[in-house]
């Protein structure tokens, strides 16, 4: 096959899923599987559903419309906070959303009256991590406003971590969580059957016990797509796979050249300066890939003495003084990705989705504009509580 591509092992994904899944539900908490890390592909969203899944996350309305045109009936639950100016179409493709502004979420209450429906939310709290939610101090506030506006239900609380700020959940962030919604439900009389603790990072934090009652809902994508590779760092949670997803590139160039840049520096293409070693003349190859497709710094070699170098826009460099045999040009090299590299490698258009069940050439983006899809909504397979 011609070009950089992705071999797709949905029964890893599948299996993923059903360990994840089964171990929450022994916490009495719910997973979302979130299917961004993917672009939202179909086939994914699908293995999934099998690996036990209660419902599916996705950032991107686009995404959300794409596994709907694929006969995907499953709640969705929108990640990302919507923006203002798509409240009718939140509310037309997904069943919840996370929140954080109260503006947005009266739009959300007109929108979902013009439609109809109504929309469930799950509002936001920033416990630290400084991404989205609203701070602790202002929750009842916005609670009082958000449940006299008809045309929305609130489900529940939720919080994010782990991601802008690297704050790792604990149980001290838990139980704030947890006691946040229990505040709420006896102000409010409230039933709050959602309190929504995070991603894949909250994982380590569950397996070691440390997860209060209370927690009964997780968005799980990273775990699942590649076994936690970039979760659990230090030990690994053994029974998950990694091999999901395995890139492969071709060698188009292979020059032995110095290890060290010459000539006077300043910075890359990217505004940044790299750092070289001089190990004298070494044997590089180049790979029919780049930045805008990976994220070099997550890529890891599958094969014996390949060590990344660096990339532009369109090249990878590569070291292959140390590989077993000699290279050769046309020659395929295969990498495990981290997370950058399989959200860059998954969306890009100019890397190929190949593996059992995938129809050949699946897109990795929806066909039409979002605009332009008008289909029926289609009905909800129920909550996610």
Known sequence: MAGPSVAIDLAAV?????????RCAAHGIAVAGVTK?????????????RGGVACLGESRLDNIARLREAGINASMMLLRVPALSEVD???RLADISLNSELRVIRA???????????????LMLDLGDLREGIWPSDLMLTVGAIVRLPGVQLIGLGTNLNCLGGVLPTQYNMAQLVAHAEAVRARFGLALPLVSAGNSGALPLLLAGGMPPGVNHLRIGEAILQGGRDTFFERPWSALRRDAFTLSCELIELKKKPSMPIGERGVDAFGTRPHFSDDGERLRGILDIGQQDVHPDSLVSLDAGVRVVGASSDHLVVDL????????IGQRLRFAMGYGSLLRAMTSPYVGKHGTSLRHGSPPFPARPMEDRRTPRPASSGSTE
Not at 14 to 22: D, K, L, P, S, Y
Not at 37 to 49: N, S, V
Not at 108 to 121: E, F, M, P, S, T
Not at 321 to 328: H, K, L, Q, S, Y
Request: proline share 8%; charged share 20%.
């Open 14 to 22: 599948e299996a993923n899923a059903r360990i994840v899944t089964a």
């Open 37 to 49: 890390g993917t672009c939202g592909m179909p086939e994914i969203a699908q293995a999934m559903l």
């Open 89 to 91: 179409d939140v509310v």
């Open 108 to 122: 959300l209450a007109d929108a979902a009256r013009r439609a109809g429906v109504v929309h469930r939310i799950v």
């Open 321 to 328: 003084t140390a590989m077993p045999g000699p290279p050769r």
